[in-house]
Nanobody, 115 residues
Framework: VQLQASGGGLVQAGGSLTLTCQAD????????MAWYRRAAGAGRELVAS???????NYADSVVGRFTIFKDNAKKILYLRMNSLKAEDTAVYYC??????????WGLGTLVTVSS
């Protein structure tokens, strides 16, 4: 599945952004989808995930601030980010489990949080 992340930008600390990940085909039957991020000089980390049935999981650093959800009809995965902090600055990627396991990544979308 081809996944295109968008919605990044420059935001002040405390602000909000919603990232979107548009798929080129149905995501109904994808068991695991997630948002990842890579900050400058750091490795890629899992931020939030969602299962086929809608179960979610979050990195400790974003619990209570980020929400992952999807719209199967529109073939879109979302990441709502509230109360953004400077340390959330990173390139954000969406992916499914298989493509992440074989290190196949799209371009991502840059989120910059100014303090």
């Amino acid at each position: 599945v081809q996944l295109q992340a968008s919605g990044g930008g420059l935001v002040q600390a405390g602000g909000s952004l919603t990232l979107t990940c548009q798929a080129d085909r149905s995501i109904d039957n994808i068991n695991f989808m997630a948002w990842y991020r890579r900050a400058a000089g750091a490795g890629r980390e899992l931020v939030a995930s969602i299962t086929q049935s809608g179960g979610t999981n979050y990195a400790d650093s974003v619990v209570g601030r980020f929400t992952i959800f999807k719209d199967n009809a529109k073939k879109i995965l979302y990441l709502r980010m509230n109360s953004l902090k400077a340390e959330d600055t990173a390139v954000y990627y969406c992916n499914d489990a298989y493509q992440a396991s074989v290190e196949y990544w799209g371009l991502g979308t840059l989120v910059t949080v100014s303090s």
